[in-house]
Every structure is written in C-alpha cells, then in structure tokens.
C-alpha cells in the first residue's frame, strides 16, 4: 500500500479571522494530564492496548476510537471475580452478537482517570484474550494524542491552544470531525465515492459494507478481484472479502490502491426491531448498522493522530520513514 502526501500543509487554525488571531495570542500552553504506553493487541495485527486498572489490577485493553462505550470482556469478569447482571442497554459487535449485561467494579483507572463504582457493559466478543475496550465514553473529556511509532497513547486537557502541541514543524493534515450515533466522523472519498467514514482503532481493516459496495461498485462476494477472508474475528458464519481499490483520500493525503474489506452487514440481526410505541412505522435498532466505510488500522498505522475533541478537529502526520 502506497501512501502519498501531495502539498501537506501543518493547519492549525481554528476559526480564521481576527477573532481566531485573539483566540491564539489568548490561549495557554497544553497540559499533559497522563502518557500511558500501549502494546501490541496480537501477532499480525496493528492494533493496540492500554493497561487500565481494575480493583487494582492492570489489564490491557484494546483502544478502540471507533466504538462508543468502554466494554469488560467475559474472560476478566471471571478472573476478577466481578458480578455479572443483566441491564437495559446493549452492546452490538460486527459479527452481530449482542450483549444485554453489565458489570460494577469498584476501583476502575485508566491514564488520568479514576472511578470509583464504575458500571460497564459487558463485552460481547467472547474469544479474544483482552480485558475489553476503551472506547470513546472514556476518550471524549480530553484531547488524545495516539502515536503509534512511539507507542504512547497523551491525555490533554481541552483548554489549549488549538492544533497537537509539540508536534513543531511536522506536516500535518487537519481534517473537520463530527460525532454521530458515538462514532468519530470524517469525510473519506473512494475511488471518486464520497462517504462519512469512521476511523477504527479497533479494527485490523478499512471496511466497507457489501450493501454499499454493490450499490456504489457493483460488487459482489463472487466479483472478480474478490479475494475471501474467512471467518471474521473468528466466527465462521460471517466470511468477507478483501478487494483492491484504486485511491483513497482523506484531507490532502491520497493512499494508493488500498485493500478494502467487504463485509456483510449482520450487526442487526439479533437486534430489538419491535415496533416503537410513538411512531409504529418505525422499529426499535433500526438504524443499527455497519458505517458505510471505516479506516482500520493498516490505514491508520502510518499516521500519528491527534484527536482534538474542543474543536472538533482530527489531524494527522505521516510517521518518519513511512512513504
């Protein structure tokens, strides 16, 4: 996978005008609240952990930007011996199981932060070893700085002057951000294809939905340049494929013939579609499904991001030595 950055420019103006020129003489110095170290999830895979803190005992936990609430795996729940109970909220992953419990633990830290009688849901993919995943409910109160070539995962208080601080004269891309339904927004665009696409920290992958690979691509499981990638996290009713596209730009940065994996859409299959009682041509969970498009991490692991949540803002720097 190539990557070219024609004309990167380093954008660190929020608001243009007299009033933004204020605004950066007015604004004080970041302040770095914590700089937690994160590992390497699996062998063959870019993604990343955190270690948090449990009752008191460190655990990894995978970093994921594109889900919406930090979740506790089954397999820490029994080591710690924390209860279990069934609530009212629920957890979807992309294969499509559901999760309707949730956990208490009593002492919960994770960088900067500390809870006392924190509740979690409970994770629904049952085999991977981790402890759960740190999602966006723990990420949005700070500016997050994610470098992968470092390993380091900064917390930053919101009231700085806008832009990553300390990054010095390193190109950088600032591209507009917005939150939907939990999820980190960007513009994307694919093969001349504009999308509203999340970036995944938690995903090996960019994916793409097959429904919207056929209606924009024509695509389908058996198209030619179709190559099948079974058994996604596992599950062995759920198969994908890997294609190759020709470009795909976010900011002013261009990826040259990037893989894409196709996926079916089963995250709603085993959800609520009761009838809602105020509108009965609207059913519940009806909006629950796979995002159009998602950068994964064989995207995303050649970029150090900075994820400003007071403006709103994603920007990124190509990493030293990658092309």
Not at 104 to 128: M, N, Q, T, Y
Request: proline share 7%; with cysteine; hydrophobic share 40%.
């Amino acid at each position: 996978m190539e990557v070219k950055h024609p004309l990167l420019a380093l954008l660190l103006v929020a608001c243009g005008g007299a009033h933004a020129q204020a605004q950066a003489q007015d604004c004080s110095a970041p302040q770095l609240l914590a700089t937690v170290k994160m590992g390497h999830a699996e062998q063959g895979s870019e993604i990343r952990t955190v270690p948090v803190s449990i009752n008191g005992v460190e655990k990894p936990m995978v970093l994921d930007t594109g889900g919406a609430l930090t979740q506790v795996s089954r397999k820490a729940i029994a080591e710690l011996g924390l209860p279990m109970k069934r609530g009212g909220a629920k957890a979807f992953d992309i294969n499509g199981r559901v999760s309707t419990h949730f956990t208490l633990i009593d002492k919960f830290g994770f960088g900067h932060l500390s809870r006392d009688k924190a509740a979690f849901l409970v994770w629904p993919e049952p085999r991977r070893p981790w402890a759960g995943q740190i999602s966006q409910d723990l990420l949005q109160p700070y500016d997050v700085e994610v470098d992968f070539a470092a390993n380091e995962l900064k917390m930053y208080a919101k009231d700085h002057c806008p832009g990553p601080p300390g990054w010095g004269t390193v190109a950088v891309t600032r591209i507009q951000m917005h939150n939907k339904n939990w999820h980190l927004h960007i513009p994307v665009t694919l093969d001349g294809k504009a999308y509203d696409a999340i970036f995944d920290t938690g995903s090996r992958n960019t994916i793409m939905r097959l429904p919207t690979a056929k209606r924009d691509f024509g695509l389908s499981q058996d198209s030619p340049g179709m190559e099948l990638y079974p058994a996604i996290n596992g599950e062995p009713s759920l198969d994908g494929h890997h294609r190759t596209f020709s470009q795909l730009s976010f900011g002013d940065i261009t990826i040259e013939r990037p893989s894409i994996l196709i996926v079916p859409d089963v995250m709603n299959r085993k959800a609520e579609r009761s009838r809602m009682a105020h509108n009965r041509t609207r059913r519940h969970n009806a909006d629950l499904v796979l995002p159009e498009l998602s950068l994964g991490m064989n995207v995303l692991k050649d970029f150090r991001l900075y994820i400003a949540f007071s403006e709103q803002a994603l920007y990124l720097a190509p990493i030293q030595g990658k092309p």
